[in-house]
Structures are given as C-alpha cells and as structure tokens.
C-alpha cells in the first residue's frame, strides 16, 4: 500500500478534528450560490433603467447564468474528482469573486450577458465540489447526514434570504451592490478553507474528456434554452431546432460515456434503484415547486401590494420549515425509513400546493405563512435524505460526478417546470378580457405580463386603468391557481413513486474503513 492509501486509510479511522469548520467553509459557498441565484430578479428594474438593454439581452441577462451553470455541472464535478476538490472549490471561489465585480460595474448589455456566463462557469464548480467533499470529509454516516443537513439547510436560507438582502441593499444602493456582497464572503472563505479543507481526488480518474463536456454543454444549454423559449413564445421553429441539436448531442454524450474506459460521468451509476430514483425525485419535486417559487413573489407584490423587502420576509417561513427539517432529516429517516420520510416530505408539499388551488387576491397572509411552512419542512425532508442517498450508493472516488448529476436535475427540473406551470400561468393570464376603454397599444402591452399591465395603467386615466389591474390581477391569480394544482398533481405523483423507488433503501450506520 503506498503512503497516500496508508494516509488516507489512517484519516477514514480517525475523524478530522476540523471537519465541522471544514462545513462552515463549505456552507459558505453554498450560501453565496443560492443567494447570488435570486437577488438578480430584484435587480432587473434598476438594472434596466441604467444599461437599457433590449427584451431579448434582457432575458439572456436573466437566463445564462443558470444556462451555463446547468451545462457545466456535470463537467465540473467531474474535473473536481480528478485534479482535486479543494483545488476546484477555491479556484472557482477566487474566479466568483472576481467576476461578481464585473458584473457589478458592467456598463453595457453585452458586457453584462458575458459576466453573467463566467459567473456561471464559476458557480458550476462551487456546488458539486461542496457536496462531494462532504462525502469525503464525514466518515461516520450519521454525521455525514448531519452535514448534508446542514448544507441543505444553507441552500434553503440562502435562496431565502437573498431576497431580503437584495431589497435591502436595493433601498439603500445601486444595483451593483447586490453582486459586491459577493467579495466578503469569498475572502473569508478562500483563507479558512485553504488551512481547513482536505484535499480529496479519484486516486486514478482518467483523462478529462473534452468532446464529453462539449456533447454535455451543448445538450443540456440546447435542451434548457429550447424548453424555456417555447415556454415564453410558444412553438418556434429555431427553438425547436436547438432542441433537437441539444437532445442528439446528449443522446451522442451517453453513447460516448458507455465506451469510454474512463468516461466524464459513469452511466452504471443509474443502475442503482436508490440513485436513479433519489435523482428522479429531486427533478420532479424542483418541477412541482418552481412554479410557487417563480410566481409567488409576483402575487406577493404585484397583487397584494408588497415592496420587494416585505415579500422577502414574507418568504421567510419556507426557510425556516427548510432549516428544521434539513438538520432533523437524517436521525428522522433513520427511525422510521428512507422512502416514508421522502414520500411523506413529498407528499406535504402536494398538499400544500393543493390549499393554493383555493387562493384569490384576499387570501391573508397567515394562510400563506402556513403553506409556506409546509413547503419548507417538506423539502428540507425530501432533498436532504434523497442527497444522503445519491452520496451513499456511489464510491467515494466518484462523488464529485455523483453530486453533479443531482445538481443537473435540481437545474433541469427549474427549467422544465418553470415552463411548463409558466406557460399554464401565462396562457390563463393572456386571455383575460380587455375592459373597455383601454386603447389597443396598451392592451397589447398588458397582456404581456402583470408587471406590464400595472406599468400600463399607471399611465391611464379614470376607470380603465383600475379596470384593467383588476381584470389583469384575477386573470393572474386564475392562472397560478391552476399551476398550483398542476404542480400538487405532479408531487403527489412523485411521493407515489419514490415510496415504490426507494423501497429498501436505507441510510448507512456504519463508519467507513
């Protein structure tokens, strides 16, 4: 046995004393993700106002970060498991910093679509590499799954309270600020986790394949772009084409992975029932729930009147049912079993959605609250046990890969259900009757959107501007309304599944050696 075996066996043994401030690190940079993923949507008016982008650089500022994000993951994680993911982890995190100031001092479009990507291609290598070290540096699994509670946990807060912090720093700063909050954060997190992290690699991992990362790129962007533009505009041809090119070079990413000696991502891990079902889980659950999450802040301040900090806070319940959970998921599946505690998360969250179906423009906010709660203690169940899952049923060497499809899924299921419950919204919303009075232009203009018709009947006199938010608020709350049931639908369906999936699954209890 070489000295790295000898190691590496003598650290399995004995648990790293800084392990914990190991996972503070680690947390650091999944907080700074999941907040840098939803401050951007409070930007946009500001943001608009003073680079004046055109509609369409207006949605690929809003678009490419996740584009890019979802089409490295997979590439990343597996780049992380050979050269090391300490050595990703800090390289990306240096690269996010950096880049966080471009973004912030961006004077054109252009200049900002491009800051956007590479702070993309940044943030592809923080998330699979924090997973897949906490495989490597938590042995013992009922510490492990603490952990994995943990970072869950911070991802919940973090998409959270980025709303809170970026209308805070909104009130009081220009737009740029949201991505300067960014450098603190990544200072404090490159020095402790230089002392702090372990290193941790696939001991003999291969080459790193690059017609695999470009077939991985070009099929999942092609995939994710043609499904959010069809979404948006209805069946085109151009998106359709993109779909197609995406959809092949996938298929010819698969193809490749199965000849390769070493290839990019291992397919037999979808052999495993319990990965393969841990990872559908997590790509439907994100498809239900993107739908609340994408439209309920438009509801909370556009119907109901709230400025952005307010529904921040309002928000905030999700969170904290995310948080309890999360650090309780592990003991709880445990106790009972892996597929009751992820069915019964799942099937919470259904529920939940389902209350929603009954929503109208007065429904208090103590019901809301409650929902929200629900929603909350419901992932943080469902995603913190699915995670402990997917690490468990792969090889350490493998964790980076492992982590990154589970991270692809949690991308593509955005996408795919912010599409499809955005188009049942949108094609609700868009039919609402034009009171009369409103002149044709601003019609036009205010079956866009709800942001579109409130902008619209701003400029209108008398009763038709009332008229016309009235028609375009209940058309609005129509829409989510029917969302809400689609996406309770699709949980519930899910939770059915996953009891039949995870069936004899179980979390280890055993301290690796």
């Avoid at 790129?217 to 995406?246: Q, S, T």
């Amino acid at each position: 046995m070489t000295s790295t075996y000898r190691t590496m066996a003598k650290s399995e043994l004995n648990p790293r004393p800084g392990r914990w401030i190991a996972l503070a690190v680690l947390v650091l940079a999944v907080l700074l993700v999941a907040v840098d993923a939803t401050v951007l949507g409070l930007a946009t008016p500001f943001l608009s106002e003073d680079l004046k982008p055109s509609g369409t650089q207006l949605l690929w500022i809003g678009d490419i970060y996740s584009f890019v994000i979802a089409g490295l993951l997979v590439s990343m994680g597996s780049l992380g498991d050979r050269i090391g993911r300490k050595k990703l982890l800090l390289t990306g995190a240096v690269a996010f910093g950096g880049i966080s100031v471009l973004n912030a001092y961006a004077t054109t479009p252009d200049m900002m679509i491009l800051a956007r990507a590479l702070l993309g291609v940044a943030g592809a290598t923080l998330m699979p590499a924090t997973l897949a070290l906490i495989r490597n540096i938590f042995h013992d699994p009922k510490e492990r799954s603490l952990a994995i509670g943990i970072w869950g946990a911070m991802a919940s807060a973090g998409a959270a309270v980025g709303p809170v912090v970026g209308g805070f720093l909104l009130e009081h700063f220009w737009w740029g600020s949201v991505f300067l909050i960014n450098l603190p954060v990544m200072a404090v997190l490159v020095i402790v986790g230089v002392r702090t992290l372990p290193e941790s690699k696939n001991p003999a991992p291969g080459p790193w394949d690059v017609p695999s990362v470009l077939l991985s790129l070009i099929g999942i962007v092609g995939v994710v772009y043609a499904v959010k533009e069809m979404a948006a505009h209805g069946p085109r041809w151009d998106a359709a084409v993109v779909g197609v090119v995406g959809a092949v070079a996938l298929y010819r990413f698969v193809r490749r992975q199965l000849t390769l000696p070493a290839p990019l991502l291992d397919m037999r891990l979808f052999h495993s029932r319990g990965f393969s079902g841990a990872v559908l889980a997590d790509l439907l659950t994100i498809l239900g729930l993107s739908g609340l999450v994408f439209f309920l802040s438009q509801f909370l301040q556009l119907v109901q009147g709230m400025r952005p900090l307010e529904a921040g806070l309002a928000e905030l319940p999700a969170a904290v049912g995310a948080v309890t959970a999360g650090l309780i998921a592990g003991s709880t599946a445990r106790r009972f079993t892996v597929r009751s505690v992820v069915a019964g998360g799942l099937a919470a969250i259904g529920l939940a959605l389902a209350v929603l179906t009954g929503l109208s423009q007065s429904t208090g906010y103590p019901l809301l609250g409650a929902v929200l709660l629900v929603v909350g203690v419901g992932a943080g169940f469902s995603f913190t046990v699915t995670a402990d899952v997917i690490l468990s049923n792969v090889p350490k060497e493998q964790a980076g890969s492992a982590s990154a499809v589970s991270e692809t899924a949690y991308e593509l299921g955005a996408a795919l259900g912010i599409a499809v419950l955005g188009s049942i919204v949108t094609g609700v919303y868009r039919d609402f009757p034009t009171p009369p009075g409103v002149p044709v232009g601003a019609a036009s203009a205010a079956h866009e959107s709800l942001g579109g018709a409130v902008d619209v009947a701003s400029g209108l006199s008398g009763h038709a501007g009332t008229a016309l938010v009235t028609a375009a608020q209940d058309a609005f709350v129509d829409g989510l309304r029917l969302a809400s049931g689609v996406g309770a639908a699709v949980l519930l369906a899910t939770a059915v599944a996953a009891w039949f999936l995870l069936r004899g699954q179980k979390l280890e209890d055993t301290v690796e050696h």
